[in-house]
């Protein structure tokens, strides 16, 4: 069973950059056809997709976040890391790593979510 787990600070100031990392518990992250994804979900709202890094190393970005949005991996310790810039307290939110296969990539690996709230 693969375990994800996010790591980072849980407040950042306005304007700052927000940082999380998410840690996979067993496999490979370059397992072919898997994508690992960051989701949020503000409060009240629903889940948004904020973008992925896959198994070759694309990335891939929602239109609206792509630019403040770094995705970024670490192979050898099965991490990949998100970076926000800019932020606003309407990121604030529960932000969450996840692993999607081949065919539907759906997301059937979810990490427990980390609340991130931006305020001075």
């Known amino acids: 069973q693969v375990q994800l787990q996010e790591s980072g600070t849980g407040l950042v100031k306005p304007s700052q950059m927000l940082s999380l990392t998410c840690t996979v518990s067993?496999?490979?992250?370059?397992?072919?056809?898997?994508?690992w994804s960051w989701i949020r979900q503000p409060p009240g709202k629903g889940l948004e997709w904020m973008g992925a890094?896959?198994?070759?190393?694309?990335?891939y970005y929602s239109p609206s976040l792509k630019s403040r949005t770094s995705i970024s991996r670490d192979t050898s310790k099965k991490q990949f890391s998100l970076q926000l810039s800019s932020v606003t307290p309407e990121d604030t939110a529960v932000y969450y790593c996840?692993?999607?296969?081949?065919?539907?990539?759906?997301?059937?690996?979810w990490g427990q979510g980390t609340q991130v709230t931006v305020s001075s």
């Open positions: 067993s496999g490979s992250i370059t397992t072919s056809y898997y994508a």
């Open positions: 890094i896959a198994y070759d190393g694309s990335t």
């Open positions: 996840a692993g999607a296969g081949w065919p539907n990539y759906d997301h059937d690996y």
